[in-house]
């Protein structure tokens, strides 16, 4: 797999890494084989932002529209995290206790969730 990579994510267990190339999804990455999956859709832009949850049981993802996905970091199913829309999403992070999601903002704006 090819493309410029906008941004990527190991996971608390460091077995994988979903990995934003350009375009509008992202790949899970097998760390321990370098492999990649398949890619996850649902943004419609560049995903720039992506945080793993401390538990391991969530995946957060932002775009450069602005849109936040909350997914299954294993299936990748993508869930729409509204209203906290942050325009554009450039980063995302999670407390270490995972109570608390920052999202961060080119425009400087930070929403705290």
């Given at each position: 797999m090819s493309g410029n990579s906008l941004g990527f994510a190991v996971s608390p267990d460091g077995l994988r890494a979903p990995v934003a190339l350009e375009g509008k999804n992202w790949t899970p990455v097998d760390l321990g084989?370098?492999?990649?999956?398949?890619?996850i859709a649902g943004h419609i832009s560049n995903v720039w932002a992506l945080a793993?949850?401390?538990?391991?049981?969530?995946?957060?993802t932002g775009d450069r529209l602005g849109k936040?996905?909350?997914?299954?970091?294993i299936a990748g199913t993508p869930r729409p995290l509204e209203p906290w829309q942050i325009l554009p999403?450039?980063?995302?992070?999670f407390s270490p206790d995972g109570r608390m999601?920052?999202?961060?903002?080119?425009?400087?704006?930070?929403r705290f969730i």
């Amino acid at each position: 797999m090819s493309g410029n990579s906008l941004g990527f994510a190991v996971s608390p267990d460091g077995l994988r890494a979903p990995v934003a190339l350009e375009g509008k999804n992202w790949t899970p990455v097998d760390l321990g084989s370098a492999t990649f999956g398949r890619p996850i859709a649902g943004h419609i832009s560049n995903v720039w932002a992506l945080a793993h949850h401390p538990g391991g049981n969530l995946l957060v993802t932002g775009d450069r529209l602005g849109k936040v996905f909350v997914h299954d970091p294993i299936a990748g199913t993508p869930r729409p995290l509204e209203p906290w829309q942050i325009l554009p999403c450039t980063s995302a992070e999670f407390s270490p206790d995972g109570r608390m999601l920052v999202l961060g903002s080119g425009d400087g704006t930070v929403r705290f969730i």
